[in-house]
């Protein structure tokens, strides 16, 4: 008696040979597959501000809610019409503050008895105004006439420029230059080459922050006007991230 051997179906033969020839060809294909290389870096420009933002306010306090509103609306007034005397326009004058509160008094409380509750002693009204200031070389006399005039809080002020656009342009060149030193001398330590970039991506532009009226008396050595300020130089920087892929 003859056996006669088994026969594999022809397509399963196909399959295990298509197998054999794709195993390896991926294996080299995760083994030829590029490093890469990501670095941070950060850019910064300098430019001179040509405007100041201020926040002038008016704190007025008083037994009854309309005894401090009138006082504050009085007070106001006289700030408002001494802008429009100085010929600042209508678009750089803005309300960013306004409230009525009542002020307690908290009396004191016995472990013994019914606790007694706080009781309004008055009213404190308060109007903030938000100045834009085009002419710089007129800030300290500003500052120094709404005093005057009855402004009694607020004073923080921020150097800005109206057109800050070229400078941010200026701190994204550098940021970008700043990035490429970086990877290069990180791959020229590496013994590698950088290839092509994969990505490139921008963080959010930090801009300069407002500071106190105080910060600016003590940032100048001028003494022309009567509240002397500096502008200086406002500083403008941004962070990137780059990724590139190596040569090895």
Known sequence: MSLTPLKRPLSSALFI???????????????DKPGIISVSATGKSSIKPDMAII??????????????????????????????????????????NFSIQPRYFYPKQSSKGPQKPPQITGYVVSNSLTVRLRDLTRLGALIDE????????????????????????????????????????????????????LTINEGSVRI??????????????????????????????????VSWELNQ
């Open 55 to 96: 926040n002038l306010s008016v704190v007025r306090e008083s037994e009854t809610a309309r005894a401090a509103l009138d006082e504050n609306n009085a007070a106001m007034a006289a700030v408002l019409a001494a802008m429009k005397e100085a010929k600042i326009e209508d678009r750089d004058l803005q309300t960013s």
């Open 146 to 197: 709404s005093v005057t005039l009855g402004v009694n809080s607020g004073g923080a002020i921020q150097f800005v420029s109206s057109d800050p656009s070229s400078t941010i342009e200026m701190a994204r060149k550098d940021a970008m230059k700043n990035a490429i030193a970086k990877a290069r001398t990180l791959t020229q330590a590496a013994g590698v080459e950088l290839g092509r970039i």
């Open 208 to 241: 300069p922050r407002a500071r106190g009226l105080a910060q600016a008396r003590a940032a100048s050595s001028r003494v022309e006007s009567a509240v002397p300020v500096a502008g200086g130089e406002n500083s403008y920087s941004i962070s990137i991230s």
């Open 17 to 31: 040979v298509a197998a054999m020839v794709l195993i390896p060809e991926n294996s080299y294909a995760a083994e």
